[in-house]
């Protein structure tokens, strides 16, 4: 099956500083790729769909100022969490679409301290 | 918008047995994408069994099996022979087919069902 990839697998960062979670596709090339996040204990929310070359579609209540996402080539994604406070304290994980399916990098944890 | 509904937060089978987990969905579309994922303690995520709305025969992956009532909105997972390595969290995720260019392309989960299997 396809591969995707997240690094880091956890960062932990102070509060106020910003935090990049990279995504790729390691074995294909995807035009379309997907930021989750997931609370503990929680299931995924879709926070925005990534897609190359263009602008990204945030969820109703995502701020775009604050997770930037860049989709700058066809394997790689990246997510900024920026100003990260307390509350950015998640499981991020993302996925890459291949025509009718999805595959899920192995996620990102992040601690704001 | 679509919403996807697990009512059961964990289910228990002896090991060998059969157990199903219940997933119901509400949406207004007539074609769309049913998927049952697997979350292990590791947290990746796993494709179980994907079934498409337009379908009418029921999806089947070895063990796995789904019951697709789609007039009831309706998507179970019925894991047979359970097995010690089945145990995690399972998700039932919805998709459309119709992309709006609003993340209409992305999946909408359930909020999980955690399957422990008794030696």
């Known amino acids: 099956g396809a591969v995707v990839s997240q690094h880091p697998s956890w960062v932990i960062c102070k509060s106020g500083t910003s935090v990049k979670i990279e995504c790729r596709s390691l074995d294909f090339q995807a035009t379309t790729m997907f930021w989750y996040r997931q609370f503990p204990k929680q299931s995924l929310m879709l926070m925005a769909t990534s897609n190359e070359g263009s602008k990204a579609t945030y969820e109703q209540g995502v701020e775009k100022d604050k997770f930037l996402i860049n989709h700058a080539s066809l394997t790689l994604s990246t997510l900024t969490v920026t100003s990260a406070h307390p509350e950015d304290s998640s499981f991020y994980i993302c996925?890459?679409?291949?025509?009718?399916?999805?595959?899920f990098g192995p996620g990102t944890r992040l601690t704001v301290l | 918008a679509q919403t996807v509904t697990q009512s059961q937060p964990e289910m228990s089978v002896q090991e060998a047995e059969t157990v199903t987990l219940s997933c119901t969905y509400d949406?207004?579309?007539?074609?769309?994408?049913l998927f049952w994922y697997k979350q292990p303690p590791s947290r990746q995520m796993i494709l179980v069994i994907r079934?498409?709305?337009?379908?009418?025969q029921n999806a089947t992956e070895n063990r796995f099996s789904v019951n697709f009532q789609k007039a009831a909105k309706s998507f179970s997972l019925k894991i047979s022979d359970s097995q010690l390595g089945d145990a995690a969290m399972y998700f039932c995720?919805?998709?459309?087919?119709?992309?709006?260019?609003?993340?209409?392309?992305?999946?909408?989960f359930g909020k999980g069902t955690h399957l422990i299997i008794q030696p």
């Open positions: 949406t207004s579309e007539s074609d769309y994408y």
């Open positions: 995720a919805y998709r459309s087919t119709m992309y709006s260019g609003g993340g209409a392309d992305g999946l909408t």
């Open positions: 079934q498409e709305a337009y379908k009418q």
């Open positions: 996925s890459a679409r291949i025509l009718n399916e999805q595959f």
